[in-house]
């Protein structure tokens, strides 16, 4: 059953390259599509939750080939269903003056395609399809009008955005020397100019079984986890504010623990995003640390450790607060709460500026009402347009 719907859900991918119709003339050796309606839509119909990007990989590359652009796929971790999609237009790929990126995974779960008048719905439609689509026809609009030249621009389209950046972080091993980076996430058509920053956090509680009418012979991993998550919440109200960022918060995205109402938990374990905004990751680890080592002490008998109660890890290094360049005349700018790949792609330029771009509003984004309009995807266009200009000194 499972190998016959990825047969199907492959299948599919393949059929969707055949239903975006080529328009416009050949730029010498490419015949480049402007449908950016049918390309978001073949994008965004194609389910690729993180770790099961493949389908989407294979169509972008098939899309590129079918265009005239050269394609690489970077695999990512060794695995060969999972990895980045890397086109240029030109002779040269290392040396493109400008790098146009977004990512092609999507948060779970997976909500089918729709469009309905101007409004276009579906999981990915906003995070980030949205950009993934406006940026290519933005660069095949300035390739066909001979404003930018193919040795002008690569585009970079990853995996692992949404867990961790593990794409983003292979890229780096592409030799990619770019004077800009555009990146493509929702931002309303504004350039972001900054967003917080981001760090993991797992809690393993570990306890003690017993039954629930004598629960004094055991420990509750429940209630060692409780009592840790309420310290958590309690720091993220007393830690420093950023008048640029705003206050850093605590999210518990994941709680499991136990296995029955009439058993004291054996176990227990959640997940938590920080968003940071102000501070570094090492100085967050140490303030969670110590309340949570603080919370814990009233189970701390028989000469146990915290380490005996309560397990504290980051499964990502994590970052602080990043700026971004936002110096483009005719845009207005706004701050973001949420993660991109920037902090996970060295510079290997010096005075290397990167911009933060997209339709849609991320306040729909990871949420059962993903959507936005065919105006927004149309005006994104406009937006890369002037800002691929911009940024190669063509808009004078």
Request: aromatic share 6%; net charge negative.
């Amino acid at each position: 059953m499972m190998l016959a719907g990825l047969c199907l859900l492959l299948v599919s991918a393949q059929a969707l390259v055949g239903q975006q119709e080529p328009l416009g003339a050949e730029t010498k050796h490419l015949t480049l599509t402007h449908d950016l309606i049918g390309l978001h839509k073949n994008l965004t119909s194609i389910e690729s939750i993180t770790g099961n990007e493949k389908a989407v990989g294979d169509f972008l590359v098939s899309s590129f080939q079918s265009q005239g652009y050269s394609v690489e796929r970077q695999y990512v971790e060794k695995k060969p269903d999972r990895f980045n999609v890397l086109a240029w237009p030109g002779k040269q790929k290392e040396h493109a003056k400008v790098l146009v990126s977004s990512h092609i995974d999507t948060v779970p779960p997976f909500y089918p395609y729709k469009h309905h008048k101007d409004v276009i719905s579906g999981r990915g439609s906003v995070d980030a399809k949205g950009s993934v689509a406006s940026q290519i026809i933005a660069v095949n609009s300035l390739l066909e009008s001979g404003k930018i030249s193919p040795d002008d621009v690569a585009l970079l389209y990853v995996v692992g955005e949404e867990v961790g950046g593990e794409g983003m972080r292979a890229a780096n091993d592409l030799g990619l020397k770019p004077h800009s980076i555009v990146f493509g996430e929702p931002t309303e058509g504004k350039l972001a100019s900054g967003h917080k920053g981001n760090l993991m956090v797992q809690l393993t509680a570990k306890g003690k079984a017993a039954h629930s009418g004598y629960p004094w012979l055991g420990r509750s991993a429940n209630e060692v986890l409780v009592k840790s998550l309420a310290a958590l919440m309690e720091l993220g109200a007393n830690l420093p504010e950023s008048e640029k960022y705003g206050v850093t918060t605590f999210n518990i995205g994941r709680m499991e623990g136990g296995v029955a109402s009439n058993v004291v938990a054996q176990d227990a374990k959640a997940n938590i995003a920080v968003r940071i905004a102000e501070g570094t990751p090492a100085s967050m680890k140490s303030e969670i640390t110590k309340v949570i080592n603080m919370a814990v002490v009233s189970f701390l008998k028989d000469d146990l450790e915290v380490e005996d109660v309560i397990e504290i890890s980051f499964p990502t290094t994590g970052y602080g607060p990043i700026d971004i360049d936002h110096d483009i005349p005719g845009f207005e700018s706004m701050t973001v709460n949420y993660g991109t790949d920037i902090p996970q792609l060295n510079s290997t330029v010096e005075g290397q500026k990167r911009y933060l771009y997209g339709p849609g509003s991320i306040l729909v984004a990871h949420s059962d009402h993903e959507m936005l309009t065919e105006k927004e995807l149309e005006g994104a266009v406009a937006g890369y347009e002037k800002i691929l200009l911009h940024v190669l000194g063509k808009d004078a």
